[in-house]
């Protein structure tokens, strides 16, 4: 991606500043000690199960076939969808279609550390992940030898970026109309000793994934599903994690992706509900617009015949 040359681009191996700071010198217990208060409330007044309040909306990106905006407190991510379009370079006739996945992160977005404009490994593990869990929901064998892209970027991270990316790239897909099973929900965690962080915020991921204890249960879970189908589309977990933790974890991840279906549902059904609006309104004035031709057309025929 090429640089903004309108803008101060610090040196690729900068250090963000905040590094220097009280909180980032702090150990890994003081960090797990501030997680909880005395009501075991987290930071942002939120409860272990409760997840961040969501804001989705669609038809962003006015050159992308469709696309979507979700909002989750400060983690804020953009999804663009394009037409298909003819597979790149392919040899042989493929029966099925391909989905294209691109995932960048703002070089603004980390708190930790600021992102450099190449792809790096993070980027490209999440763009893989989300390729593997759209697959199972779009219905590929309609555009055989074709394939779909889909481009995430994230503006601003605090916190499940991949489950909130699988959500605005089924959102995307769907305002796009691409044929699909059933929407794709995805929902995650961060497992913290004996303590289940449903929708983690950054820190919450930071700590999990810095346990000094390997014995410990720790590490973050992500899952995408199919909510009507009953179906798991897609699963990764990063750290280490008991077997009674990990089915518990999945019992809740299932229910946050259930949960999070009537908001799309509601999006959804608002935008073709606005589109019949648009298009009657449209037609209402095509036809006040015929009526007034008519009219004219009759007043100029009075004219000739008068002449």
Not at 9 to 36: A, H, R, V, W
Request: proline share 5%; net charge negative; hydrophobic share 40%.
């Amino acid at each position: 991606m090429p640089q903004d040359y309108r803008r101060f681009n610090g040196p690729e191996d900068s250090i963000s500043y905040k590094c220097f700071t009280k909180n980032y010198l702090k150990t890994y217990d003081e960090l797990y000690n501030e997680l909880l208060d005395d009501k075991e409330l987290r930071k942002d007044g939120r409860a272990l199960s409760e997840a961040r309040s969501m804001f989705a909306t669609t038809q962003v990106v006015t050159q992308a076939k469709g696309s979507a905006y979700i909002e989750r407190n400060n983690t804020k991510i953009i999804c663009a969808v394009f037409d298909p379009r003819e597979i790149p370079h392919q040899n042989e006739f493929s029966q099925l279609g391909q989905i294209f996945c691109e995932v960048k992160f703002a070089p603004f977005s980390c708190p930790r550390r600021r992102r450099p404009h190449a792809p790096d490994t993070e980027e490209k593990a999440m763009s893989a992940a989300l390729r593997k869990a759209l697959e199972p929901a779009v219905c590929r064998h309609l555009f055989p030898n074709y394939q779909v892209d889909v481009f995430i970027y994230i503006l601003e991270h605090d916190g499940a970026c991949l489950a909130n990316a699988i959500n605005a790239a089924g959102l995307a897909l769907a305002d796009a109309a691409v044929p699909m099973y059933d929407i794709i929900t995805a929902s995650s965690i961060a497992v913290i000793g004996n303590k289940i962080f449903v929708d983690p915020t950054e820190a919450e991921e930071h700590i999990a994934l810095t346990s000094p204890d390997s014995d410990t249960s720790h590490g973050i879970i992500t899952m995408s599903m199919l909510p009507e189908l009953k179906q798991i589309s897609h699963f990764t977990h990063i750290g280490y994690v008991d077997a009674e933790s990990l089915t518990q974890a999945m019992d809740i991840l299932e229910k946050e992706c259930t949960d999070i279906v009537p908001h799309v549902q509601k999006i959804l059904v608002g935008n073709l509900v606005k589109g019949f609006e648009q298009r009657k309104k449209i037609d209402q004035e095509a036809k006040e617009r015929e009526k007034l031709l008519n009219a004219k057309m009759e007043e100029w025929k009075t004219l000739l015949n008068a002449g």
